[in-house]
């Protein structure tokens, strides 16, 4: 059974850094693109960043910049470098993968996800 196992938030004063790490396992056939999502309390869930398998990534305008997404393949882990943080970067940050769980395709899989808390 596909699971993502996320570590790193905590609490930070604005103007630092957190590195968030997330691991999967029972990857099935593959690994595709990995993400951060983020959800702030009364507000929907969003993409803060994404990187392909081939390590193309993508970032929320909000974050461009401060944060930093990588992946290591070896490992089935992508990691969030998180820097010059603001508190409205408060949230439960959500790991996200697509992992080809059958031959015919691939399904999105979550991390139970971890609280940010930024601190002004």
């Known amino acids: 059974q596909v699971q993502l196992v996320e570590s790193g938030g905590g609490l930070v004063q604005a103007g630092g850094s957190l590195r968030l790490s997330c691991a999967a396992s029972?990857?099935?056939?593959?690994?595709?693109?990995m993400g951060w999502y983020r959800q702030a309390p009364g507000k929907q869930r969003e993409l803060v960043a994404s990187?392909?398998?081939?390590?193309?990534?993508m970032y929320a305008d909000s974050v461009k910049g401060r944060f930093t997404i990588s992946r290591d393949n070896a490992k089935n882990a992508v990691y969030l470098q998180m820097n010059s943080l603001k508190p409205e970067d408060t949230a439960v940050y959500f790991c996200?993968?697509?992992?080809?769980?059958?031959?015919?395709?691939?399904?999105?899989?979550w991390g139970q996800g971890t609280q940010v808390t930024v601190s002004s």
């Open positions: 996200a993968a697509d992992i080809w769980d059958s031959p015919f395709g691939a399904s999105r899989f």
């Open positions: 029972d990857t099935g056939f593959g690994i595709n693109a």
């Open positions: 990187i392909g398998s081939g390590g193309s990534a």
